[in-house]
């Protein structure tokens, strides 16, 4: 039975105002951040341990009372309502007034190279909670997210001495918790899990806010949507804002959930956002999309289409301004100069205050967005965390501080009432910006992690922060007001199989999917390479005449019909996606999962090689050219030698699970990381040696 806690509210400074919020809900929000840390193990999945916190389950936006925005001083803020996601219902899906913003973008070529470290650090940053992973998975997480931990007191809401108005607020919360525990209701508002750390303790004046933490449950990932997730209620209480601010960011190469595990698990995807977008603005709202940037997680010709993809799908929504992230900067300085130049009446949505491609003057420094007779101004830095790698004598970097401090200064001359930066940076480096640079009511960040359930006070900055997460799954929702005691409100969304996939968009990845299947391997520069053991593929068939019992087991998986699923993809069979490189790694036989290109002699076309199609014993045993080649006396071999090439071909189930996990990540097997999972899926598969 779930247990109920008193939940204590503390005063927070927000600039020059001193507001309470609800302790516990800003633990939450520290918890959706701190949840994945290298340091920490995630209690449940970070999307699964949200707050139920409030006294109304239908209030599930958090209505951020503060100075910014421009709002006139007032004495102390209403109290914040956090409500609970778990009674979020389904949103309407209704087509909206379609924006535009830049020139329309034709798609252009791409190309294959090695997985950037970004996409890593983010792979582990979503999995380095999770138990019973290999040692060689655990050793990827990246530095990024230790060091963005190691500024998270710059974050964290500074305390302030109780008042009257705090101990009446905390004997009403406590009144409203002990009704709550009375009715020992696990779906009523305010509901705190049983497995979760009670009421935070009032301790001292410094920070009244410790992060709580449910107990490790590691059966569900955190890029699995959750039930509430896909019941989402959007902005369900909030009344008709001046503008709605649409913020996303670090989509990573994930333009699409592909259905490998199934749509209804998977978040993210160019084709949803779009719909709650459309969504959105038939409400009649004056939605304005901004995003941080970091489209691709890779280099070469296919990142470059995914860019030019992304960019067009971004034009055709009506994004405002577009920041650049780390691995967008990767890419060739023609493809990124096509798509992002602004010149004359020819501009983009592309900003950047610190960053030029060949030349400074092809790239806006900022953009300034009429709403009405109002004006919002933006700007996007790159910051220093966020510039190794990129080495390319085309790309010209400023240092961040002092290119933010020249845009706020000019946006400040177009006299806006709102001013927003997109920063692609780490946590700590961004909220250094902040602090370096005043004058930003908003700070929207690309740092690696997931994004909090409210606005995230900077010390030392007037300015909140909002994080977008990675690999495009949440966009986030900010309504601004004249409402001086709420400027402002926000709701983190998940985009979930609850938005059905716009027409439009799915119309744009047909042809993206044609594209790829014109440009051909030739044109998208993926080129066989040599097995690092020097040997080739035989195809499954020629395992098959020893090892038959094997084989029989093989063809009842879901391995026999791999390519098949591409061909004729379940959920959305109308497009196929086996000319996509990115899908075929892990759906056909002699590939590269992680790098995306095929071995010599692995799988090329359905009509040149068909015995490399689906996914054969060699994806894990390795080639065995030389094994069968022995077997059959096609060359000499002795004893030592027969069993020196049957022990090549041997994987020890000790190693198994790391190559499994080669295909059976999170994105596509989130499953397959759950406690015992693997000894669950080989169950399935289970199979030993010759007949």
Known sequence: MAQFYPIRRHLLQVGTFRVTFPAFALSVAMLATYGCSERSEPARSVAESRSRVGSDSSESIAAIPGPSLRAPATSLGEEVGLGSP??????????????????????GPEQQVEVSKLSEETDSSLSSGLKALPASVAAEKGSEVAKEDAGRD????????????????????????????????????????????????????????VAAQDKPRSDTPVTVATEAERNQKIAVDWPKPWAALFLTGQQNGYIEPCGCTGLDNQKGGLNRRDTLLQDIRARGWETIPLDTGNQVRRSGRQAEMIFRHSADAMSSMGYAAIGLGREDLKLSSAELLQVTASEGSQQTA??????????????????????????????SVLGKSMQEDINNSEIIIED???????????????????????????????????????????IVTGGLGEPTYMPEPIEGSKSLMLQVG?????????????????????????????????????????????????EGFRGLEVNPATHPSGRTFVGTESCAECHSTAFEVWKGTPHAHATQSLVHPGERSDIPRHFDPECL???????????????????????????????GCENCHGPGSRHVAAENGDIEADQAL???????????????????????????????????????????VKHYGKD
């Open 470 to 518: 990675v690999k495009g799954m949440y966009a986030g929702l900010v309504g601004l007001y004249d409402d001086p005691s709420n400027p402002i409100r926000y709701q983190r969304i998940a985009l979930s199989s609850q938005f059905k996939d716009s027409t439009r968009m799915m119309v744009a990845f047909r042809g993206y999917q044609e594209q790829l299947k014109k």
């Open 642 to 684: 027969l069993t020196s090439l049957r022990e090549e071909m041997r994987l020890p189930l000790a190693q198994a699970q790391d190559k499994c996990l080669e295909c059976h990540d999170l994105d596509n097997s989130p499953n397959f990381h759950r406690d015992g999972a693997f000894e669950e899926f080989w169950e399935q």
């Open 154 to 209: 710059d974050l964290q809401p500074v305390g302030d001495a109780a008042s009257s108005k705090l101990a009446d607020s905390s004997e009403e919360m406590d009144a409203k918790s002990e009704e709550l525990s009375a009715e020992q209701s696990d779906t009523a508002s305010g509901v705190v899990s049983e497995n979760a750390v009670s009421a935070v303790p009032e301790s001292d004046n410094k920070s009244s806010v």
């Open 350 to 379: 592309f900003t950047s205050c610190n960053v030029g491609i060949i030349a400074p003057d092809f790239m806006s420094p900022w953009k300034v967005i009429p709403v009405g007779e109002r004006r919002i101004g933006v700007t």
């Open 585 to 615: 790694s892990c759906h056909v036989t002699g590939w590269n999962a992680k790098k995306y290109y095929p071995y010599e002699s692995g799988y090329l076309s359905l009509e040149k090689t068909p015995l490399m199609a689906e996914n």
């Open 400 to 442: 961040p501080i002092k290119s933010v401090e020249k845009a706020i200064s000019e946006l400040k001359q177009q006299k806006c009432d709102v001013y927003i930066l997109l920063v692609q940076a780490n946590l700590a480096e961004s909220a250094e910006i902040a602090r370096a640079v005043p004058g930003f009511d908003l």
């Open 86 to 107: 778990e009674s979020d219902g389904g949103a309407s899906q209704v087509a909206g007034p379609e924006q535009k913003t830049g020139p329309e973008q034709k798609t």
